[in-house]
């Protein structure tokens, strides 16, 4: 052994002695910066995963779990979170007061700028007195003004789709109760309103479309929003030119049938006028939406020429004309000396409709996040990148709570001014370039919940290929926990898009539907017996990990390509000079 290790001696010395010389010729050569961000950097092909902190957070999130003590607290106690309203600002003190609590720093409201009218509903009751006495299920739409105590009218039915409609009921409506839009199907609920995926739909979800058939069911539905869109409001100010006492709209139905058996929908859909909430928008005529099967009864004895008398009460309260919104913000520091100043978000949006508590959109996806930071402060976990909590308001208006911070902190596409631009709604209208701020390049990944209670069953990658095999690495120990799925869709409607939209991974969950999209999503069924308390604790499990995961790894997520919203039009356009047979159009004459 000896000799044999001394026969190697000379070769050893002569290859130890290369670095050594290299070195000495580069000695006088500083060492290159790489200043490219982490994020536009290589990604690792294998992800250094630590199984021991799975195990120790599914042990915490699944066997110790506090997420419906929290639901509890902030469904039935504070209750439903109108953006501006009281119950919102207990919200936001309760959150922010919970996290400093449980030992996160910095815990803080942030304010978005201003939103409007603060307003909340005292007490509505609706009934029908003649030709029979009934009473009817309703609640105010938000922002409704009161009747100032209980008033009594003649119900009559307005149904008005185009500007030719408003000459039938000129100089009718005068101290009227007016039924206010068609009575629609009731379907008979023929399938479950609860539904879990399968693996055949988790497959589908998967599936990346090529097609543009979804984009062109898209456009279809915004050219029909936008004609009622510009229709509402002359239809409010009708109303209350016309002297109108009340209106009653009808509920509008849920998937599978679920909008009916007393079930009320309220929310903007429902509210006259585009924006409530605005004191130069103000409702002038209390409003109610009616169960549909209530709306159907008296539709049909006015449809029938039998004359029906109606007596309400709606209560309301306005608390300001210039209320601002807040976000709840908290954090848990970075400890690594290189990282520390990067961020990995978490959140979900506080604030939510009235007619129910909250509770699954979205004091889910506010709770459980909430729960995920509790689960890292209990097991005392010191990540090398802060991770940040953002609770927001305003979600339900148009993204406001997440577009105000994201505005603030990490950058902008300001609307075109037009006037043709401006008379849209603003997540309709052309953008010029990003303005991007420096912080922006510190957000490693924003994660949210806001699909209700459902569990985790995957992610919605947002178009983002390259994060799709770190993420498949990441859930691959949680497939025992239903955890499968990445799709590469694009999944809309909350506040992701604010990050997306500069620039920043921005990621939705899967989540199993459950009665979200049937029952419970804005409706008056909207409650704390509709959480299910095991598929939050799942949530938050996984959660939780993808949340460590990303503060832990040593560079940030991949990005795709930073967004140019200003060439939208010019990307789409066709090609130019295209086809040799082409004869160019004639010029106009002038």
């Known amino acids: 052994?000896?000799?044999?290790?001394?026969?190697?001696?000379?070769?050893?010395?002569?290859?130890?002695?290369?670095?050594?010389?290299?070195?000495?010729?580069t000695k006088s050569k500083a060492p290159v910066e790489d200043n490219t961000p982490s994020y536009d950097q290589p990604q690792p092909a294998i992800e250094k995963i630590d199984l021991t902190m799975y195990q120790r957070i599914r042990e915490e999130g699944l066997q110790h779990s506090h997420v419906m003590e929290y639901a509890s607290a902030l469904t039935d106690d504070i209750g439903p979170r109108l953006t501006g309203s009281p119950n919102m600002a207990k919200a936001n003190a309760w959150t922010r007061d919970q996290l400093a609590a449980m030992g996160c720093v910095n815990a803080h409201l942030e304010d978005w700028g201003e939103f409007g009218m603060g307003w909340q509903q005292l007490n509505t009751w609706v009934r029908m007195t003649s030709p029979d006495t009934a009473v009817l299920i309703a609640q105010a739409t938000p922002w409704s003004p009161s009747t100032n105590g209980a008033v009594s009218g003649e119900a009559v039915y307005v149904n008005i789709q185009?500007?030719?409609?408003?000459?039938?009921?000129?100089?009718?409506?005068?101290?009227?109760?007016?039924?206010?839009?068609?009575?629609?199907?009731?379907?008979?609920?023929?399938?479950?309103?609860?539904?879990?995926?399968?693996?055949?739909?988790?497959?589908?979800i998967a599936q990346y479309p090529v097609s543009d058939r979804e984009g062109r069911d898209m456009q279809a539905r915004l050219r029909m929003y936008l004609q009622r869109y510009q229709l509402v409001d002359k239809i409010a100010q009708f109303l209350a030119d016309e002297k109108a006492l009340a209106v009653v709209r009808p509920s509008r139905d849920g998937k599978n049938g679920g909008?009916?058996?007393?079930?009320?929908?309220?929310?903007?859909?429902?509210?006259?006028?585009?924006?409530?909430?605005?004191?130069?928008?103000?409702?002038?005529?209390?409003?109610?939406?009616?169960?549909?099967?209530?709306?159907?009864?008296?539709?049909?004895?006015?449809?029938?020429?039998?004359?029906?008398?109606?007596?309400?009460?709606?209560?309301?309260?306005?608390?300001?004309?210039?209320?601002?919104?807040?976000?709840?913000?908290?954090?848990?520091?970075?400890?690594?000396?290189?990282?520390?100043?990067e961020i990995v978000m978490v959140g979900g949006h506080l604030d939510s409709w009235i007619a129910g508590t909250g509770a699954t959109d979205n004091g889910a996806g506010s709770v459980v996040a909430m729960e995920v930071m509790r689960i890292l402060k209990a097991l005392d976990v010191h990540p090398r990148r802060t991770i940040r909590i953002a609770l927001w308001s305003g979600e339900e208006e148009g993204l406001f709570g997440s577009?105000?911070?994201?505005?603030?902190?990490?950058?902008?596409?300001?609307?075109?001014?037009?006037?043709?631009?401006?008379?849209?709604?603003?997540?309709?209208?052309?953008?010029?370039?990003?303005e991007i701020k420096p912080e922006q390049k510190l957000v490693?990944?924003?994660?949210?919940?806001?699909?209700?209670?459902?569990?985790?069953?995957?992610?919605?990658?947002?178009?983002?290929?390259?994060?799709?095999?770190?993420?498949?690495?990441?859930?691959?120990?949680?497939?025992?926990?239903?955890?499968?799925?990445?799709?590469?869709r694009n999944t809309g409607g909350t506040d992701h898009l604010s990050f997306d939209a500069v620039g920043i991974p921005g990621f939705q969950f899967i989540q199993d539907d459950l009665d979200y999209e049937s029952r419970t999503h804005h409706s008056n069924m909207d409650t704390y017996e509709r959480l299910q308390a095991a598929d939050l604790k799942q949530i938050a499990t996984v959660e939780a990990i993808f949340v460590y995961n990303a503060a832990m790894r040593e560079q940030m997520l991949p990005r795709k390509p930073l967004p140019h919203p200003e060439l939208r039009d010019k990307q789409n356009a066709p090609i130019p000079d295209l086809f040799p047979g082409a004869v160019p159009p004639a010029k106009e004459q002038k």
């Not at 037009?418 to 603003?426: F, G, I, S």
């Not at 994060?467 to 990445?486: E, H, M, R, Y």
Request: aromatic content about 10%.
């Open 1 to 25: 052994m000896f000799d044999c290790c001394r026969r190697a001696l000379p070769a050893f010395l002569l290859i130890a002695s290369i670095p050594v010389f290299a070195a000495d010729k």
């Open 162 to 204: 185009e500007e030719k409609d408003f000459d039938k009921y000129r100089g009718k409506l005068a101290g009227k109760i007016v039924f206010l839009g068609e009575m629609r199907d009731v379907p008979p609920v023929d399938k479950p309103l609860f539904e879990r995926y399968s693996e055949k739909e988790l497959e589908e």
């Open 259 to 341: 909008g009916s058996g007393g079930t009320i929908f309220d929310d903007n859909g429902a509210a006259l006028g585009r924006q409530p909430y605005l004191a130069d928008h103000k409702v002038k005529v209390p409003v109610v939406v009616m169960a549909i099967e209530n709306y159907g009864r008296v539709y049909r004895l006015l449809q029938a020429h039998v004359p029906v008398t109606i007596e309400m009460d709606v209560e309301t309260k306005f608390t300001g004309e210039h209320e601002h919104g807040y976000d709840t913000i908290a954090e848990i520091p970075g400890t690594d000396p290189k990282l520390k100043d």
């Open 403 to 434: 577009r105000g911070y994201v505005k603030q902190h990490f950058g902008f596409a300001p609307p075109l001014e037009m006037p043709d631009q401006k008379a849209l709604p603003e997540f309709l209208r052309k953008t010029g370039p990003l």
């Open 444 to 488: 490693s990944a924003y994660f949210n919940v806001d699909n209700g209670s459902g569990r985790i069953r995957g992610v919605y990658l947002q178009e983002n290929a390259a994060v799709a095999p770190i993420f498949a690495q990441w859930i691959a120990p949680l497939k025992d926990l239903g955890v499968t799925t990445l799709s590469m």
